[in-house]
């Protein structure tokens, strides 16, 4: 007999990421390098991990090489597991059809037989796009208490930023009353955090329905929440009070890995206690010159300082040449930033090469806009790029 998973997991990995522009052109969102040595998904699978659910299915689409060659065989976050661990499920022809993921639902459909595979009792659904770090088994031992059909992480946010996200009135012991996405004049401050725990039989009938509704965009917010609300189901609102950030912005990414700077205990990345794992090369140790000032800022393996970094989070291969400054700014890895070179409020990319004398970015505020350098570009000597300007290779 085979045994049966208490619970599976289910990454939505497979969106465009268009509002990163530049930094997703050839890279699926959740492969975005964060934090000097992770990417975005290091931080659902980690929490899976910690939390006890071994078993994860990743469902990619766009622009999948870098992410799939990643996750590999989930050696780095203990899920090589011959029963379960971590799938990567791209899009499939069926017997009758194939189809592109056409939304987060029915890419949930699409893959119902492997979630049946281990016949759980609960689903878990995630976004790939999100930094935070979350214990989800007491998400489900909430949701096992309610007796709930579908339980939904919230988190409060200032009632002007409320119309940005799906948000929740609930009753007095948390049942869910109303949904709505994006409100414009919102009720409540409860916001969806795109982490749902269902009960399995409730999903997949669910699914089925939305499937079989000609009129369905597909969507976990637009219409699977409303239809079981509709419906009457058991609907819980789950209080998350930790660090929690949708980084599919390019202001919202440059936030979080400032974040890292600051005083953030809930958001440390060397908590013994709940580690976020990673896929770590070979690296040679740092390499600090004597002239070099570095202040309030995270310096991964394998750079070269020889000039200054102030306020910045700098990946692996980053050599900051003598007189060059960066200044509040991540730069991802593999750059090379010339003598005399000022790199201000900016991402850039991987394989960089950013000239003698050129000047990315402004010295005075995100108020103007985060500059962005894609994958690979390279600049002149003496090259200004603007604050808010995006540069890609192609």
């Known amino acids: 007999m085979v045994k049966k998973k208490e619970c599976v997991a289910m990454l939505l990995a497979g969106g465009q990421g268009s509002r990163l522009y530049a930094l997703t052109t050839k890279t699926a969102k959740p492969a975005v390098s964060f934090g000097g040595k992770y990417r975005i998904i290091d931080f659902p699978l980690s929490n899976c991990v910690n939390s006890g659910v071994d078993t994860v299915g990743v469902l990619t689409q766009y622009q999948p090489l870098v992410l799939n060659e990643y996750i590999g065989n989930g050696l780095p976050w203990d899920l090589d597991r011959t029963w379960g661990g971590v799938k990567i499920l791209p899009p499939y022809q069926g017997n009758t059809r194939s189809d592109w993921y056409r939304g987060t639902a029915n890419a949930i459909y699409q893959n119902l037989e492997f979630i049946n595979r281990y016949d759980p009792d609960y689903v878990l659904i995630l976004s790939g796009d999100h930094i935070y770090k979350m214990d989800y088994s007491k998400m489900l031992a909430y949701h096992k208490e309610t007796g709930a059909d579908c339980t939904i992480a919230v988190l409060d946010v200032p009632i002007e930023e409320a119309s940005r996200f799906g948000i929740m009135s609930v009753d007095a012991s948390n049942r869910i009353t109303k949904f709505e996405e994006k409100p414009k004049n919102p009720e409540s401050t409860k916001a969806s955090m795109g982490i749902y725990i269902f009960s399995k039989d409730k999903l997949e009938q669910q699914l089925i329905a939305d499937e079989n509704n000609p009129d369905s965009s597909n969507d976990f917010g637009k219409n699977i929440i ?27 990414l440059w936030e979080a890995n400032m974040d890292l700077l600051g005083a953030r205990p809930e958001l440390a990345l060397n908590d013994e206690d709940w580690r976020i794992f990673a896929r770590h090369y070979a690296a040679s140790p740092q390499y600090v010159g004597e002239d070099a000032k570095i202040e309030n800022s995270i310096i991964t393996e394998g750079c070269e300082i020889e000039g200054t970094v102030i306020n910045s989070v700098l990946g692996s291969g980053v050599h900051v040449c003598r007189g060059a400054i960066v200044r509040d700014s991540v730069l991802m890895g593999d750059t090379v930033v010339s003598e005399g070179a000022t790199v201000n409020y900016s991402i850039v990319d991987t394989e960089c090469k950013i000239g003698a004398g050129a000047c990315i970015g402004a010295a005075k505020g995100i108020a103007s806009g985060i500059a962005v350098l894609g994958r690979g570009v390279k600049l002149e000597s003496g090259a200004r790029i603007a604050a808010g300007e995006m540069v890609s290779a192609e």
């Open 226 to 252: 409303p239809a079981m609300l509709a419906a009457g189901d058991k609907m819980y609102a789950y209080e998350f009070d930790g660090y929690w950030k949708d980084v599919g912005t390019i202001s919202s």
